[in-house]
């Protein structure tokens, strides 16, 4: 075999082997599997669905209806300090609620605080 297929038969190889390692925390259907502790995954498996669905009136009005859910799970997340979690709630409720202000922007920050609670803390 001359050099040129062994170059294409390694190529294929090598990014066969990539692409395994990108989506070796992927379960089936690329659906990311996350090793969270239990309050914190009853939590995030009712904020996904809302987060991850198409931004518009249907996600606000879904993130509304969630809202109260979301807050007693937030509430029970025993693990790690939810305090700022559990303030974001609160705003989203109280814009659901009031009927005035941004959903989205509410459910963003939902969002960025969960990330701030399941990112490993650095520094002292």
């Known amino acids: 075999m001359s050099r040129k297929p062994k170059q294409l038969i390694a190529a ?3 990014a066969s082997l990539i692409g395994g390692a990108a989506v070796a925390g992927q379960g089936e259907h690329g659906h990311h599997h996350h ?12 904020l996904a669905p809302v987060w991850h669905a198409d931004r518009g009136a249907e996600r606000n009005r879904d993130a509304c209806a969630r809202a109260g859910r979301m807050a007693g799970l937030a509430q029970a ?34 969002h960025e605080e969960f990330h701030r609670l399941i990112e490993p803390r650095t520094g002292a």
């Open 12 to 14: 294929a190889i090598a």
């Open 35 to 46: 090793h969270f502790p239990a309050d914190v995954d009853a939590f995030h498996g009712v």
């Open 77 to 110: 997340i025993r693990s790690t300090d939810a305090a700022r979690l559990q303030a974001s709630l609160a705003t989203l409720a109280k814009t659901c609620t009031d009927g005035k202000g941004d959903v989205e922007r509410a459910l963003f920050d939902v």
